[in-house]
């Protein structure tokens, strides 16, 4: 028997998700199980925060925060590690509000942490 590492609940040995909390198991995670939806979320994220970063490129202010933040969300995906809450949110009101409800949208559970 494994336990949940963010629980402690017992679990069995082929489960991929704990049942208590619903978090995915290290297992789960080390298989790269992103989801069809997950990919496809992380593409229309990508163009919708390029765009933002094109539509915002005449006054140059913004472009100090839109273009760190969409470079930083693309190393992110492709490590495959998780992004924060605050980084979501700043991407719905800085970035773009379609890439960020996108983000908010992401099944977080299949990151690393």
Same mark, same amino acid.
């Given at each position: 028997?494994?336990?949940?590492?963010?629980?402690?609940?017992? !679990?069995?040995?082929?489960?991929?998700?704990?049942?208590?909390?619903?978090?995915?198991?290290?297992?789960?995670?080390? @298989?790269?199980?992103?989801?069809?939806?997950?990919?496809?979320?992380?593409?229309?994220?990508?163009?919708?925060?390029?765009?933002?970063?094109? @539509?915002?490129?005449?006054?140059?202010?913004? !472009?100090?925060?839109?273009?760190?933040?969409?470079?930083?969300?693309?190393?992110?995906?492709?490590?495959?590690?998780?992004?924060?809450?605050?980084?979501?949110?700043?991407?719905?009101?800085?970035?773009?509000?379609?890439?960020?409800?996108?983000? !908010?949208?992401?099944?977080?559970?299949?990151?690393?942490?």
């Amino acid at each position: 028997m494994k336990y949940c590492k963010y629980c402690g609940s017992q !679990l069995d040995d082929d489960a991929v998700v704990c049942v208590n909390c619903g978090r995915a198991t290290d297992e789960f995670v080390a @298989a790269g199980a992103e989801s069809d939806t997950n990919k496809t979320l992380n593409i229309v994220i990508k163009v919708f925060m390029v765009l933002g970063c094109i @539509a915002y490129g005449w006054t140059l202010i913004p !472009l100090i925060w839109c273009i760190p933040m969409t470079v930083s969300f693309f190393r992110k995906v492709s490590d495959g590690r998780k992004v924060g809450v605050g980084f979501k949110v700043c991407t719905l009101l800085f970035v773009n509000i379609i890439a960020g409800i996108c983000l !908010l949208c992401r099944d977080e559970n299949c990151y690393k942490d």
